[in-house]
């Protein structure tokens, strides 16, 4: 019988700190998309960088627009204040409890992960020890594509896109941030450019992600900081 872990309650209250936060962050990404799209409606064009900046608002509150859409939004503006504070306490609040995390300081010794990822990577995975190896906390994550065997050939699919969607984000935007990093820059380059502008950044940012998940493993098992043996590894034919 396969055994079933279970976050005790330590866990799953990081797990809901960090979550939340996401939910927060979500909730204003989707106000503020909404509003772009109600200037569009109207044809306002937008010529600053920040629309929700101090130039932003004053260009938005110079704005004429008909009921009810004005009302929506002034108060999609109020709202988007009130996520605003409330993401910074979310913020302030992982930050303040990373230091005392066993894995955190670790984590953040890896490439592209800062302290709001490494909050949310050590919550999801929650104790490194379940994991047998690199493979298998990388298959955890979901970023490994679907392998369909026929005879002799294996033909790749799509993500299998198992286990917690946060710690996929999480790693894809720590991929990000690290594919500038001199270890990784020189593969994700190579990727991106294998497969082409449509899809080739994508790629690449998942290749990466799955890079990070098994130095992750290694850092946390070993309870040692990231120091990688060698140079950036090649790609394999």
């Known amino acids: 019988m396969t055994e079933i872990w279970l976050p005790d309650p330590t866990i799953r209250a990081e797990r809901e700190r960090a979550r939340f936060r996401l939910h927060l962050v979500h909730h204003r990404t989707a106000l503020k998309n909404r509003i772009h799209a109600t200037l569009m ?3 306002h064009t937008v010529p600053v960088t920040d629309l929700f900046g101090n130039s932003g608002r004053e260009l938005l509150a110079g704005f004429e627009l008909p009921e ?3 009302t929506t939004l002034s108060t999609s503006l109020a709202m988007l204040d009130d996520l605003n504070v409330e993401i910074a306490d ?5 930050r303040s409890l990373g230091p005392d995390h066993p894995y955190i300081p670790l984590l953040l010794t890896v490439p592209g992960v800062g302290p709001l990822l490494a909050y949310t990577i050590a919550s999801e995975i929650g104790d490194i020890a379940r994991f047998a190896s690199p493979k298998k906390l990388t298959g955890y994550t979901g970023l490994c594509p679907i392998v369909r065997q026929s005879g002799p050939k294996d033909r790749r ?21 690290a594919a500038r990093d001199p270890h990784y820059r020189d593969r ?3 990727t991106k450019h294998r497969l082409g502008r449509q899809r080739g950044a994508k790629v690449a940012r998942i290749d990466i992600a799955r890079q990070l998940a098994e130095a992750i493993w290694h850092v946390l098992t070993k309870n040692e900081p990231f120091a990688p043996a060698g140079p950036a590894m090649t790609l394999v034919a």
Do not use: M, Q, V
């Open 90 to 94: 979310a913020e302030a609040d992982l």
């Open 188 to 190: 994700y380059e190579r």
């Open 157 to 177: 699919g799509p993500l299998a896109k198992n286990g917690p969607k946060y710690l996929r984000w999480a790693l894809i935007e720590a991929a990000t941030h």
């Open 41 to 43: 409606t109207f044809g």
């Open 68 to 70: 009810p859409w004005a």
